[in-house]
C-alpha cells in the first residue's frame, strides 16, 4: 500500500485515547461496523463528528459505554429495557431510551432529542477503549454521510481520506449496524433492523416487536436513500444484463471478475458480513449497475435487504 497517511497507521487504542482526551475524532472498529468517535460531552468533539461525516445535525448519534454503569448515568433504564441489555450486551443492539436529566452529554449528540440511543459494543478493542477513556464515545458509522458504511479500517482510510487516526480491528464479524429498538414502557419498536432479529428479541422478552410505521417514533438518520454506492443498484436480479456488475448470493450467482457471491452456501450472516466490501469492489469495476440476486427476507436477511432496498432507492435530493 503506497497511500500517505496524515496519522500514522494504524493507531494504538492508547493513541487512540489521548486522540478522544484532546477533543479530536477517531475510528474504532466494532463489531457490526467502524464508528467515528469522539468524546460525547465535548461539544467541538461531536461537531468534528459531524463536520467530518458531513453529517446534517438534526440527525442524532450513538452514544457507545464501557458498562451498564456509565449507561445508567445517561439514561432511565425500565425492568424491560434491563432484559434487553441482560440478554444482548455487550452486543450489535442499540436502546434508544429517555435520557437523564442529568446525562453529561452534549445536546448535539441527541440533536435536542429527549431520547438517547445506547450501546455496549462487545469489539475487545471498541471495549478496551471505552473502559481506558472511561466516559461515553458519541460514533455514527464512520462513513461520508449517505455512502457505504465501513467494515474495514481500509474503507475508513479511503472514505475520510486519510485525514482521521484509525484503530485497526481487521474486518467486521457482523457487517450491518447495530439492531435499533425504542423502548417505550411496555413495548418494542424496531427503528432498524440488524444482526439481532425481531424473533430473538421476542425470544428473549416474549415481547411482540413492533414496527416504527405503527408509531410516531422513527431513527431520524433512516432516510430512504443511505448506504450508497457510486453505481446505481438494481434488486431481485436473476439474470444480469451484460454491463451490470452482479452481486450473487447461494446458487443464483455471477461468474467473471464483475461478480461476486455474498455466499456461495446461503449463509445470511456471512452474507451479511461480506454485503458493504462487496458492494465497494463491484463499485470499483466502474459498472454503471449493481445488480443484486433475491435476498431471503427472513432473519439478517430483513436487515441486508434494509440496506440494499436504500442502496438501490432514488438519490435525487
Ligand atoms: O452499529 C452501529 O450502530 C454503528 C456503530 C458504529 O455503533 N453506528 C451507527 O451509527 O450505525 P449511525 O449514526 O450511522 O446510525 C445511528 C442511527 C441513526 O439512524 C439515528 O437517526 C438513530 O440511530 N438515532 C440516534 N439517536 C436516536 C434517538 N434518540 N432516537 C431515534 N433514533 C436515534
Ligand atoms: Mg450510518
Redesign the pocket.
Known amino acids: 500500500m503506497n497511500e500517505r497517511h496524515l496519522y500514522p497507521f494504524p493507531v494504538s487504542v492508547n493513541e487512540a485515547v489521548e486522540h478522544l482526551n484532546n477533543g479530536a475524532v477517531v475510528a474504532m472498529p466494532t463489531e457490526t461496523?467502524y464508528g467515528l468517535a469522539g468524546a460525547a460531552f465535548n461539544d467541538d468533539a461531536v461537531l468534528k463528528i459531524f463536520k467530518t461525516k458531513g453529517r446534517p445535525k438534526f440527525n442524532p448519534l450513538i452514544v457507545h459505554c464501557a458498562d451498564m454503569g456509565m449507561a445508567q448515568s445517561i439514561a432511565d433504564f425500565s425492568p424491560l429495557a434491563h432484559e434487553l441489555a441482560a440478554a444482548f450486551w455487550p452486543g450489535p443492539m442499540t436502546l434508544v431510551l429517555p435520557k437523564k436529566q442529568s446525562a453529561k452529554i452534549s445536546d448535539l449528540v441527541t440533536a435536542g432529542l429527549e431520547t438517547v440511543a445506547i450501546r455496549l459494543p462487545k469489539h475487545p478493542l471498541a471495549r478496551e477503549l471505552l473502559l481506558k477513556f472511561a466516559q461515553p464515545v458519541a460514533a455514527?458509522?464512520a462513513?461520508p454521510?449517505g455512502k457505504l458504511?465501513p467494515t474495514s479500517a481500509q474503507h475508513v482510510i479511503e472514505g475520510f481520506k486519510n485525514t482521521v487516526p484509525v484503530v485497526d480491528g481487521g474486518a467486521c464479524e457482523a457487517g450491518v449496524?447495530s439492531t435499533i429498538l425504542a423502548v417505550l414502557d411496555n413495548r418494542i419498536v424496531l427503528l432498524r433492523p440488524g444482526s439481532i432479529s425481531a424473533e430473538m428479541v421476542t425470544a428473549a422478552t416474549g415481547l411482540v416487536v413492533e414496527l416504527p410505521q405503527s408509531n410516531k417514533v422513527v431513527a431520524p438518520?433512516m432516510l430512504k436513500s443511505?448506504?450508497a454506492p457510486n453505481a446505481s443498484v438494481r434488486l431481485n436480479v436473476t439474470k444480469p444484463s451484460g454491463e451490470e456488475a452482479f452481486l450473487g448470493f447461494g446458487t443464483i450467482a455471477g461468474v467473471g471478475a464483475s461478480s461476486r457471491n455474498l455466499s456461495p452456501s446461503s449463509d445470511l450472516a456471512e452474507a451479511a458480513k461480506n454485503l458493504f466490501q462487496y458492494l465497494r469492489e463491484l463499485d470499483a469495476t466502474g459498472a454503471p449497475t449493481i445488480a443484486v440476486a433475491p435476498i431471503p427476507n427472513e432473519g439478517i436477511g430483513i436487515a441486508i435487504n434494509d440496506r440494499l432496498t436504500r442502496a438501490a432507492a432514488d438519490r435525487a435530493l
Do not use: F, T
Open positions: 461496523v455514527p458509522s462513513n454521510s458504511s449496524e438518520g443511505h448506504y
